[in-house]
């Protein structure tokens, strides 16, 4: 399978612990985002990537949230000291450029508990 | 980003035509409109996107009113796999960097 790909696929934390997702993009796309979807809601914007360059983060990513992407391929999403506010889909996305379709991951569903 | 207005929600028969409106009367001459799906526990799915002609692909068409301010995302045989919550997101041109969901349409096929 070439789509995006997110590992892990769920995960449940106690509140206060730290949790790291791993996204792979489809190869040689240069573009990344990160996107959170809680309960009924659609996907909010956390941040993306053009390459290894971090371009924009959303207000949402507290300084709790980090993400990295270090040789412009896969991307690290942390999340320190976790909420229970915290629980939700994290959503991962590329694309070869900008004003293209976006692919998307299945997410990785967080529970924090 | 110009903002859009969608149904909470919609039943279309299957193997009928659904028709998805989306209202974005602020949409500026650079901005195209895009349509995403996301089928449950599923991340979003591209559709189709266009900027003022109408458009076709394998999945669906768009038409887009002459003003712009409005659109209708058709699926023209609907099949039980087409349930799921549909997005129209309007984008500027070059440069816009990120997508903005609403809450969008639910759409139910009835077997």
């Known amino acids: 399978d070439t789509g995006v790909s997110q590992d892990p696929r769920h995960k449940i934390t106690k509140r206060g612990q730290n949790v790291t997702f791993r996204c792979d993009p489809i190869?040689?796309?240069?573009?990344l985002y990160w996107y959170r979807q809680t309960l009924g809601q659609g996907p909010e914007f956390l941040t993306y990537f053009q390459n290894e360059a971090q371009l924009e983060k959303s207000r949402l990513l507290s300084d709790r949230f980090s993400a990295e992407r270090p040789k412009g391929s896969f991307s690290t999403l942390e999340i320190q000291r976790t909420e229970q506010g915290d629980s939700a889909m994290y959503l991962c996305?590329?694309?070869?450029?900008?004003?293209?379709?976006?692919?998307f991951g299945q997410g990785t569903r967080l529970t924090v508990v | 980003d110009a903002k859009t207005t969608q149904p909470t929600s919609m039943d279309c028969a299957e193997g009928r035509a659904a028709n998805l409106p989306c209202n974005h009367s602020?949409?500026?001459?650079?901005?195209?409109v895009y349509w995403y799906r996301q089928i449950h526990s599923q991340g979003p799915q591209y559709i189709i996107h266009g900027l003022k002609n109408n458009e076709t692909n394998e999945m669906a068409s768009l038409i887009i009113t002459e003003d712009r301010k409005s659109s209708t995302l058709i699926l023209p045989h609907a099949t039980l796999r087409d349930t799921a919550v549909y997005y129209c997101?309007?984008?500027?041109?070059?440069?816009?960097?990120?997508?903005?969901f609403g809450t969008g349409t639910r759409l139910t096929i009835i077997p």
């Open positions: 996305a590329s694309s070869p450029t900008a004003n293209t379709e976006a692919f």
């Open positions: 997101i309007v984008l500027k041109g070059l440069g816009n960097e990120k997508l903005t």
């Open positions: 602020t949409i500026s001459g650079n901005e195209y």
């Open positions: 190869s040689e796309h240069n573009r």
